[in-house]
């Protein structure tokens, strides 16, 4: 399925060179020194925010498991799918709002720390039915916020010149959690239990509140 989409685009697509930046001359763009350091802001924030995703896509079944053991794979592949699900058209309507407002990263800020305050509630929740709505909170929350945060990242990488290893570097915030998370749960799980794992993970979605709440204005 792959193959037949991407093919059409490498045999057919007529790529332009880019020769300037959105917004702005290159120039006068690559002469703000805040522009980097939003930059590393962004990145911080998707790398924590994609650590506490990765922990949950690897540990989700051994936790419900846990949590409610009569739980069937269905009601599992349920939870885990409609979280993905009512994350497409949350994604829509806030970016299309952050796009009117011209807030994004406010939004952005405001979406990781609702991620955070629901894996708090799956580390502090007693009643199964009240964790499964919490993770499914923190699900559309995760999931809404990759998408959202995808569609931001050229504010920060203004240049053409230098977009690619931009964006490949950014990229590495889907790949580095997976060689992260599994020493967090390690040092974890086995002595704490899930709840401590979904509090560290929590202030780790807190942390990329913090970074993107404090992001310049005019970027």
């Not at 037949?4 to 332009?16: C, D, Q």
């Not at 709002?97 to 406010?106: C, L, N, T, Y």
């Not at 230098?162 to 060689?179: D, E, Q, Y």
Request: proline share 5%; net charge positive; aromatic share 8%.
């Amino acid at each position: 399925m792959t193959a037949a989409l991407v093919l059409p685009l490498l045999l057919l697509g007529y790529p332009l060179r880019l020769t300037a930046s959105p917004g702005g001359s290159v120039a006068s763009e690559t002469r703000r020194p805040h522009l980097k350091s939003a930059a590393v802001r962004m990145w911080g924030a998707r790398l924590l925010m994609q650590i506490s995703g990765a922990a949950l896509a690897s540990y989700l079944y051994f936790w419900l498991r846990a949590l409610d053991p009569a739980m069937g794979d269905g009601e599992k592949t349920i939870l885990f799918a409609g979280g993905l699900s009512a994350s497409i058209v949350v994604a829509l309507f806030l970016g299309r709002w952050s796009d009117r407002r011209g807030h994004p990263f406010a939004v952005l800020s405001l979406i990781s720390a609702l991620a955070g305050l629901a894996l708090a509630a799956m580390a502090l929740a007693n009643d199964p039915a009240m964790a499964k709505l919490a993770y499914v909170l923190f699900a559309i929350a995760g999931a809404t916020f990759l998408a959202l945060h995808a569609s931001q990242t050229l504010r920060v990488l203004r240049d053409p010149a230098h977009r690619g290893l931009g964006i490949g570097l950014f990229n590495l915030t889907n790949t580095a959690p997976s060689l992260i998370m599994p020493w967090i749960a390690i040092s974890v799980v086995p002595g704490f239990g899930f709840g401590r794992l979904f509090l560290a993970l929590a202030l780790l979605a807190l942390c990329a509140a913090a970074l993107l709440a404090t992001m310049p204005r005019d970027v």
